[in-house]
């Protein structure tokens, strides 16, 4: 159907809007014939599969270019070579960063990201995250401070990892912007909840800005090309995974009128378990486990003369090559 209405003719007569809606109704036929043949439950498993692709051959060369630099680094004993691949291996571990947090952010958006619940006690991860920025907090001679409840004492269920993830970022966020102030955390815990809150008396975030900074890619500065570090997915990412881990975060007024101040909680799965298992009742000891008991305890005997074996799964030649190298002298 060929109408012409260039040059911002007016259509007027009866059969030219007649003429005009026949048009509208084909185009959105043919639409509608275009979403029949690529439904959007194809587009989206082709993204994944993409996804996946792009994931695996990211990694793999960084993780060829990470090892290699690691091997040298440990077998060179001139200073300078020793100071370059330093400064490689800490570029390696930026972009490593920086593919995580795009994974993730795609991960979680399309739900499909599994959480790995294990049981553990919070000052193990306390202990681990405190020793990462150790030498940060010295450098920008923050006062450090942090209060874990008693009540906390006994192992908590969830992500080790993710939750590690949570507090990395929210720790290293607030280290950024307070050079010479003062950090806060303190944790507690409510029923199933263990709540976590991390105040800074640094430049802190206007009010107009903090439903803005949970947004995908949004940097607070303008000129954030030069300023900002990061790909702006960081903030979006934690909101996500305190959600997958059954909580939520948000802003809260800092007792000190200045900085910043961040609540999340995330739910112990041990207690949410506990009380599923006493509303359902469930027998426990008839759960066949799927392992040969006396096969682990002869592996767990701390005999010298047994044959310690690691398995290595790695399908590109040169970094299992690379990781047999690197484990040699271990």
Request: charged letters at 25%.
């Amino acid at each position: 159907l060929n109408l012409d209405i260039s040059n911002n003719q007016i259509i007027t007569t009866e059969k030219q809007i007649t003429d005009y809606l026949d048009l509208v109704k084909k185009i959105i036929k043919s639409i509608q014939n275009c979403k029949n043949l690529c439904p959007l439950g194809y587009i989206q498993s082709q993204n994944s599969n993409v996804l996946s692709s792009l994931n695996h051959q990211l990694r793999t060369p960084l993780q060829g270019i990470t090892s290699c630099a690691s091997v040298l680094q440990n077998k060179s004993d001139d200073a300078t070579h020793k100071k370059i691949l330093k400064h490689l291996l800490n570029s390696c571990l930026e972009l490593n960063i920086y593919i995580n947090d795009i994974m993730d952010f795609y991960l979680l958006k399309e739900k499909s990201m599994e959480m790995e619940y294990t049981s553990f006690k919070l000052n193990e991860l306390l202990t681990e995250v405190n020793d990462f920025f150790l030498l940060d907090i010295e450098k920008a001679k923050i006062d450090y401070k942090f209060q874990l409840s008693i009540m906390l004492n006994k192992p908590i269920k969830t992500d080790y990892k993710r939750l590690k993830q949570i507090m990395r970022h929210l720790i290293s966020n607030s280290i950024h912007f307070s050079a010479n102030e003062m950090i806060n955390l303190e944790i507690k815990k409510e029923e199933e909840k263990i709540i976590f809150t991390v105040i800074d008396t640094g430049s802190g975030i206007k009010e107009t800005e903090r439903e803005k900074v949970w947004l995908p890619f949004y940097q607070i500065e303008e000129n954030w090309m030069t300023n900002q570090e990061g790909l702006g997915l960081g903030l979006t990412n934690t909101k996500m995974l305190c959600q997958e881990l059954g909580g939520d975060i948000k802003f809260i007024d800092s007792p000190f009128s200045k900085g910043t101040a961040l609540q999340f909680y995330i739910k112990d799965m041990s207690v949410v378990e506990r009380k599923k298992k006493n509303k359902t009742e469930i027998n426990l000891e008839k759960i066949d486990y799927g392992y040969d008991k006396n096969l682990y305890n002869n592996n767990n005997n701390n005999n010298e003369n047994q044959i310690q074996n690691i398995l290595i799964v790695e399908d590109h030649s040169m970094n299992a090559e690379l990781i047999k190298l690197m484990l040699e002298n271990k």
